[in-house]
Nanobody, 122 residues
Framework: QVQLVESGGGSVQSGGSLRVSCAAS????????MGWFRQAPGKEREGVAA???????RYADSVKGRFTISLDNAKNTLYLQMNSLKFEDTAMYYC????????????????WGQGTQVTVSS
């Protein structure tokens, strides 16, 4: 059974940094995509960053140059390093995973974590 558990959220001032983590268990596939999504109150969920089994990454335009997604296969942990945080980055951040070669925010992700809150004060 696949489980994704996020941690590391919190409150930070604008311009600050934060790293969120996602511990994955029961997930062992050759082709996969793991990603971070976020949802702010009153807004639709949006893709933030994704990484596939080859280490190829993709980012939403709004976070390019500020956020970095990485995957530690030895620890089965996905990370999102967030720098130069802005007020508009405030949201619940979700870790997600999907099986298969397609690694795109519009793809259907099979597994989701419970989310971790990131709050940026201006």
């Amino acid at each position: 059974q696949v489980q994704l558990v996020e941690s590391g959220g919190g409150s930070v001032q604008s311009g600050g940094s934060l790293r969120v983590s996602c511990a994955a268990s029961g997930f062992a596939y050759r082709q996969y995509c793991m990603g971070w999504f976020r949802q702010a109150p009153g807004k639709e969920r949006e893709g933030v960053a994704a990484i596939d089994q080859d280490g190829s990454t993709r980012y939403a335009d709004s976070v390019k140059g500020r956020f970095t997604i990485s995957l530690d296969n030895a620890k089965n942990t996905l990370y999102l390093q967030m720098n130069s945080l802005k007020f508009e980055d405030t949201a619940m951040y979700y870790c997600a995973a999907r099986i298969g070669w397609l690694c795109d925010f519009r793809a259907i992700f099979n597994y989701w974590g419970q989310g971790t809150q990131v709050t940026v004060s201006s």
